[in-house]
């Protein structure tokens, strides 16, 4: 569904201009269509640029990227997006906001009828009405959610899209998304730093190194679903990947203290 | 979800700000708040009874009318207010700039009329310009019909260029490269100071003013529009492109609507600049408007008059800035309770 290959990207260093930095470096993987894959990392491993290189907002100095045979070069509505920030037009009512990808691929009128469905579909039909101002930052991300599946993409582009919710919204988000996902099989790739939501929602784990950002290691041991927060495996799972990330502490200190 | 549920959470905070009213607005008046402005009006009636005796009777008519009218207006409603709450929090919330503004008018009796401490035919009293009010009653419509049909001619033709022109620079690159340094140098000139340019140019004295004013629009409505378009949100265009926009879309749907505070904000610049130019433009070159009645009065001296057309001003170019405030209020209403000012 989705290739990856050798990427590289490289932007203007921040202190001189004329030297660049690598961002990316030869970064290659493949989704397989209806997977829910995560990228796990630390903050400025390129996880970001990686997922709007694959959307097509920007473009990679080197390699190839492939949504089934066709390579991207712009964006498209195939491949939905997320931010962390939902970004609703807030100009716009709910229903209008979600409506948008049909209004820009001009389908408004043959697919009116799959705005109710997808208003429904994340339990916001009663705030069509609504403008994003007066919404949660859960109901917001929601709509968010609603906006980009609208347009049946084969790829949903995650980018931290639960990152600033507070702890129970996000857990609940997170089931959200799940039966989003379950519900439509929609290929998804999640970019997160919550490594607990890399291990309750992703089939496959890739956890990314800093400056460049490589592909360090892949997981694939994938717990059986519905799967528990609090389930020894996933304990197991949990530690196993914060020490990869070296944030396991020192043991003997903890035993010894 | 629960339907009812959702809707009253969302109704919330519209209930407690009416509930926070009610008990603020909703308890009896005071005796004070209930009578300030009749006895205001009172004082004014006795003002003029008392100084009033060496002007003719006939100067005086009009004035003593009015103030009856506001006794009798102040007394209706205050009756009227014991069976309408809402007129109640009204009134308790306009008694004082009313009981004021109608203090300062026997102020006004007082230092002209009264005791003559301002120089005639320079400060005539509010009586004498109430009288001039009503006497040229119909030249100052008319003079008010005009300027209207100048105002709203210039300004739209200068909002219509400005908002075209503005997304223009904001939106392109090369439109900003060129357009750009143009637009500062050329706009900060007042364009009263086109004034002998646009006489000799236009073919009439109504083309010329309403071009001047049309060019003080078109500056301020051109550089707020070009800022709020070239700072949209670029995460709202990267939205828009991963939804499939084109970019007719990302123009229209998103770039124009992420500007419109700032055009509102370059329309009322423009509404107060096109003001100043109306004026200005009226009395050197039209033959009509308040404007030009305005100058027209002052060389016969009659100053009444002068006052009388500033007070038709005043009334037309506040009642134009709220209309524009009534439609920025429609259109914004998606920022309701973001954004004051």
Request: overall charge positive; proline content about 5%; charged content about 20%.
């Amino acid at each position: 569904m989705l290739g990856i290959r050798e990427i590289r990207k490289s932007f203007p260093s921040p202190d001189d201009p004329l030297t660049k930095r690598l961002v990316l470096d030869g970064i290659s993987f493949s989704v397989a269509a209806g997977e829910l894959v995560c990228l796990i990392g630390p903050s400025g491993c390129g996880k970001s640029t990686l997922l709007r290189l694959i959307a097509g907002l920007d473009l990679a100095d080197s390699g190839e990227l492939l949504i089934g045979s066709q390579p991207i070069s712009e964006p498209g509505a195939e491949r939905g997006l997320v931010f962390q920030d939902p970004n609703l037009f807030p100009w716009l009512t709910v229903r209008r906001n979600i409506e948008a990808g049909l209004v820009a691929r001009r389908v408004l009128r043959e697919k009116r009828n799959e705005v109710d469905q997808f208003m429904r579909l994340v339990g916001l039909e009663a705030f069509g009405g609504a403008y994003p101002h007066h919404l949660s930052g859960g109901m917001a991300q929601r709509v968010a959610l609603a906006r980009a599946l609208i347009n049946h993409p084969k790829v949903l582009l995650l980018d931290e899209p639960l990152g600033a919710l507070d702890a129970f919204t996000r857990m609940r988000m997170q089931d959200e998304v799940l039966r989003l996902w379950e519900n439509r099989r929609t290929t998804m790739l999640l970019v997160t730093h919550d490594i607990d939501e890399a291990i309750y929602m992703s089939d496959r784990i890739m956890i990314m190194t800093q400056r460049p950002g490589r592909i360090d290691r892949i997981i694939t041991d994938a717990l059986p679903r519905p799967r528990d927060r609090s389930s020894s495996d996933f304990l197991r799972l949990r530690s196993d990947i914060l020490e990869l990330l070296h944030f396991a502490g020192d043991r003997t200190d903890a035993n010894g203290g | 979800m629960n339907r009812a549920a959702i809707q009253l959470t969302l109704a919330r905070t519209e209930l407690e700000r009416d509930a926070i009213d009610l008990t603020k607005h909703g308890s009896t008046l005071s005796w004070r708040v209930q009578w300030a402005v009749t006895l205001a009006a009172l004082v004014d009636l006795v003002i003029h009874l008392l100084f009033s005796k060496r002007t003719p009777a006939v100067e005086t008519h009009s004035y003593k009318l009015l103030i009856y009218e506001i006794i009798g207006v102040s007394i209706v409603l205050n009756i009227a207010q014991r069976f309408w709450i809402p007129l109640r929090s009204w009134m308790r919330h306009m008694c004082p700039i009313f009981t004021a503004a109608i203090l300062l008018l026997g102020l006004w009796d007082v230092v002209t009329l009264g005791f003559q401490l301002l120089p005639l035919p320079y400060f005539p009293g509010p009586a004498a310009v109430l009288r001039s009010l009503i006497s040229d009653r119909a030249l100052l419509l008319d003079s008010t019909w005009h300027s209207l049909a100048l105002l709203l001619s210039g300004y739209s033709v200068g909002v219509l260029v400005g908002l075209v022109s503005g997304i223009c620079i904001g939106w392109s690159v090369q439109i900003r490269y060129w357009g750009m340094p143009l637009l500062k140098v050329v706009g900060p000139i007042p364009a009263t100071a086109w004034i002998p340019l646009a006489m000799v140019l236009s073919p009439s004295a109504f083309v010329c003013a309403a071009g001047l004013i049309a060019l003080a629009v078109w500056f301020p409505v051109t550089m707020l529009t070009a800022s709020g378009i070239s700072n949209t949100r670029a995460s709202y265009l990267d939205v828009a492109r991963t939804l499939g926009a084109g970019r007719t879309y990302l123009i229209f749907r998103v770039a124009i609507p992420a500007a419109v505070p700032n055009i509102f904000i370059g329309l009322f610049m423009g509404l107060g600049a096109s003001f100043l130019t109306l004026v200005v433009a009226e009395s050197v070159g039209v033959k009509s408007g308040l404007g030009w009645y305005v100058s027209w009065a002052q060389g016969w001296a009659e100053y009444g008059k002068v006052y009388a057309a500033i007070i038709i001003m005043a009334a037309f170019f506040s009642t134009v800035m709220t209309l524009l405030f009534k439609v920025r209020d429609h259109v914004l209403v998606w920022q309701k309770g973001m954004i004051k000012w």
